[in-house]
């Protein structure tokens, strides 16, 4: 690995998370084939737009491996009550087949959830590199 790649990291491109509903849950979560990640978020939160640039980033990161997910629960607030979601941001954790793994309330950075997803829903060895 080059120095300038160590020092930076990889560039990877930005993506839009999957934006979850509670007509699409289901299928993107529940039945999904892959690990998912979703980010419980609302309006008018601070901690939530902080967190929507590492959202963006890990959804570009994982393209393919991770669906990585945004739900508005101002929009379906019977789902995040549901799911037992009592602030925001909460990310969640899921395995393939939604199989529920962890969660996380509050702000967390970029390296604690990619350690999360590389680790722990993908199985990588922590030595190595995603």
Same mark, same amino acid.
């Given at each position: 690995? *080059?120095?300038?790649? $160590?020092? !930076? *990291?990889? +560039?990877?491109? %930005? ?5 979850? =509903?509670? @007509? &699409? !849950? &289901? ?5 999904? %084939?892959?690990? /998912? ?7 008018? #939160? *601070? ?11 890990? @959804?570009?990161?994982?393209?393919? $491996?991770?669906? /990585? #997910?945004?739900? &508005?629960? +101002?929009?379906?607030?019977? /789902?995040?009550? +549901?799911?037992?979601?009592?602030? =925001?941001? =909460? ?11 962890? $969660?996380?309330? *509050?702000? $967390?950075? +970029?390296?604690?959830?990619?350690? /999360?997803? %590389? ?5 990588? %060895?922590?030595? @190595?590199? @995603?």
């Amino acid at each position: 690995m *080059g120095l300038i790649k $160590r020092i !930076f *990291g990889e +560039r990877v491109p %930005d993506r839009q998370p999957v934006h979850l =509903t509670s @007509a &699409n !849950f &289901n299928e993107e979560v529940l039945q999904s %084939d892959v690990p /998912v990640v979703i980010d419980f978020w609302g309006p008018g #939160c *601070g901690p939530c737009k902080q967190l929507e640039a590492v959202i963006m980033k890990l @959804a570009g990161k994982y393209e393919g $491996r991770v669906k /990585v #997910c945004e739900f &508005n629960v +101002r929009e379906a607030p019977h /789902v995040a009550l +549901r799911l037992g979601i009592q602030g =925001t941001p =909460t990310v969640v954790y899921y395995k393939p087949k939604g199989v529920l793994h962890d $969660r996380v309330s *509050g702000f $967390r950075g +970029r390296i604690f959830h990619e350690q /999360v997803i %590389d680790h722990e829903l993908l199985g990588l %060895d922590p030595g @190595a590199q @995603a």
